[in-house]
Nanobody
Framework: VQLVESGGGLVQPGGSLRLSCAASGFTFSSYVMSWYRQVPGKEREVVAVISLDGGSTNYSYFVKGRFTISRDNFKNMLYLQMNSLEPEDTAVYYC???????WGQGTQVTVSS
């Protein structure tokens, strides 16, 4: 089982990034998928969750209206489109599946001028 995130980087406030998570080793379409983020010294927090077919999504209040979670079950890919980024969004972002409670290695997002 493997989750590999990519797409992080440095962006100015107000900018956008698209994170990707490549999944392998399990039946991707059979599991709810999530994005989490973590700042050093703080607990990991959920950012967004997407249903098996992508038809239902939920967001934490601090990203609602700015971030969009999506998935491609044919490509075994999870995405997080992040718009109107704020310095407070700076964190390591992780994708997660409940299958064997698997986490990716994380990708750093830094929002700074």
């Amino acid at each position: 089982v493997q989750l590999v995130e990519s797409g992080g980087g440095l962006v100015q406030p107000g900018g956008s990034l698209r994170l990707s998570c490549a999944a392998s080793g399990f039946t991707f379409s059979s599991y709810v998928m999530s994005w989490y983020r973590q700042v050093p010294g703080k607990e990991r927090e959920v950012v967004a969750v997407i249903s098996l077919d992508g038809g239902s999504t939920n967001y934490s209040y601090f990203v609602k209206g700015r971030f969009t979670i999506s998935r491609d079950n044919f490509k075994n890919m999870l995405y997080l489109q992040m718009n109107s980024l704020e310095p407070e969004d700076t964190a390591v972002y992780y994708c997660y599946t409940s299958y064997k409670r698997t986490w990716g290695q994380g990708t750093q997002v830094t929002v700074s001028s």
